[in-house]
């Protein structure tokens, strides 16, 4: 629950601090990641984790590897929301997806139990998204603030 000290957006919305971001992007177990794929935006569902301040997840050769070894600016966003108490929040994600190549920093991400969920097919390629933005917003109600 978002304390009601935090400042409010022209929105109303509460804005959430960075730390309070970066918790909640290492609670979520599943987010989507945003990039222009052939001059379409694109959104996908991903399994992630947190290396430090950066997202990292697995992929297999697709869109999501091209965006990383082109390194297309991209979006990531994670949310909750509880439609009876009429709350919600949302943390975005901009940055840039870069492949993952250095074998030390493979190995260690290999130990932090991320495994995708969608398991048919092996994804053997790391993703990091380079943060160069972050923002978090959570709804706040009449008498809260």
Aim: net charge negative; with cysteine; hydrophobic share 45%.
């Amino acid at each position: 629950m978002t304390s009601p000290s935090l400042p409010v957006d022209h929105a109303g919305l509460a804005v959430l601090s960075n730390q309070e971001c970066l918790l909640r992007l290492r609670a979520a177990p599943l987010g989507r990641i945003a990039f222009m794929s052939g001059g379409d935006p694109v959104i996908l569902p991903v399994n992630h984790g947190m290396d430090g301040d950066t997202i990292v997840f697995r992929t297999n050769p697709g869109s999501k590897l091209f965006a990383a070894d082109n390194e297309l600016s991209v979006s990531f966003e994670i949310d909750g929301s509880d439609p009876d108490q009429r709350s919600g929040w949302s943390v975005v994600v901009s940055g840039v997806a870069t492949r993952v190549e250095d074998p030390a920093d493979i190995a260690r991400l290999n130990l932090l139990g991320i495994e995708p969920w969608a398991n048919v097919v092996e994804r053997m390629y790391w993703v990091r998204i380079r943060t160069y933005m972050l923002t978090g917003r959570q709804v706040v109600h009449a008498g809260e603030l």
